[in-house]
């Protein structure tokens, strides 16, 4: 893929080999790998496991790939955030599945939206993002965002071993990291749409107090917000970003029955 997409071509084999034991494949796994690029972490998962489609989307470097013939691997040419994913999956019986990937940093957070809401998401995602928004995803300052309640909410995320800047070309500004993102057996079941205002309308402000932003946003008296978090066991002061799942969920369920 051109940088000027955003890819930075890993050079590293001893990272490339690390991602793809990460992964923890066999021969009975199926893998998607995003943005194969020109295939160093390719020839490792071809080792490793039984299926893999690799998505590119720069042509010239798909018809690279094509060339290498790596072992139960089959090439597409194609934009993740473009193509019919659904589709893609159906049609080469993949609903059992791992992502691995080493992900453009300025699209990052919507691929991984994304996989984690398509009909058939993957089991589990290992990713290479950008440090700081790997951080971000586990919350590793214990300040939750948008984006790791999107993942957490669907997920379990961690993060498993950094990057440095030196093992790319062309070498990019920053550090990378490699995280996993496990599929949570047991997702709720509730309406993911309002949930997820909720939430959005709890950040709508990071300086303001989530009684403010929420009491703006869906014109409750303070007063019935601060007795529901009270009974949540949160206390009144309280900002977004300390906010768990299950407060959330706590949440949700007290605004929408004021709806």
């Given at each position: ?11 590293s084999?001893?990272i490339?080999r690390?991602i ?11 893998v998607l ?8 972490l390719?020839?490792?998962l ?8 690799a998505?590119?989307?720069d042509?010239?470097?798909a018809s690279g ?5 790596y072992?139960?691997?089959k090439?597409i ?13 159906e049609?080469?019986d993949f ?5 691995v ?5 300025y699209?990052t957070s919507?691929i991984i939206?994304?996989l984690l ?5 993957p089991?589990?995602?290992i ?16 300040k939750?965002?948008i984006l ?5 909410f669907y997920?379990e995320p961690?993060i ?5 800047k030196?093992n790319?070309?062309?070498a990019p500004e920053?550090?990378?990291v ?17 949930f ?5 309308a709890?950040?709508?402000s990071k300086?303001?107090?989530?009684v403010?932003?929420?009491s703006?946003?869906?014109s409750?008296p303070k007063a019935?917000?601060l007795?529901?978090m009270?009974?949540?066991g949160?206390d ?7 906010l768990?799942?299950e407060d ?8 929408n029955?004021?709806?």
């Amino acid at each position: 893929m051109p940088t000027k997409l955003g890819q930075n071509f890993l050079t590293s084999d001893d990272i490339s080999r690390k991602i793809a034991d990460s992964a923890g494949l066999s021969t009975k796994d199926n893998v998607l790998e995003i943005g194969p690029g020109k295939g160093m972490l390719t020839k490792y998962l071809a080792e490793y496991a039984g299926k893999i489609l690799a998505l590119e989307i720069d042509r010239a470097l798909a018809s690279g790939l094509q060339k290498e013939n790596y072992r139960n691997t089959k090439i597409i040419e194609g934009d993740i955030l473009k193509i019919n994913l659904p589709k893609l999956i159906e049609e080469n019986d993949f609903q059992n599945y791992k992502i691995v990937a080493n992900l453009p940093y300025y699209i990052t957070s919507k691929i991984i939206r994304l996989l984690l809401e398509t009909k058939y998401p993957p089991r589990k995602m290992i990713l290479m993002v950008q440090k700081e928004v790997g951080e971000r995803i586990v919350a590793l300052d214990s300040k939750e965002s948008i984006l790791s309640i999107s993942v957490k909410f669907y997920a379990e995320p961690e993060i498993l071993f950094y990057v440095a800047k030196e093992n790319f070309d062309p070498a990019p500004e920053v550090d990378s990291v490699v995280i996993r993102i496990k599929r949570k057996k047991e997702i709720p079941k509730i309406d993911v749409k309002k949930f997820f205002s909720i939430v959005k309308a709890g950040f709508s402000s990071k300086r303001k107090m989530l009684v403010n932003n929420l009491s703006a946003s869906f014109s409750v008296p303070k007063a019935e917000l601060l007795k529901q978090m009270k009974k949540a066991g949160l206390d009144q002061k309280i900002r977004a970003e300390k906010l768990k799942i299950e407060d959330w969920l706590k949440l949700q369920n007290f605004l929408n029955a004021k709806k």
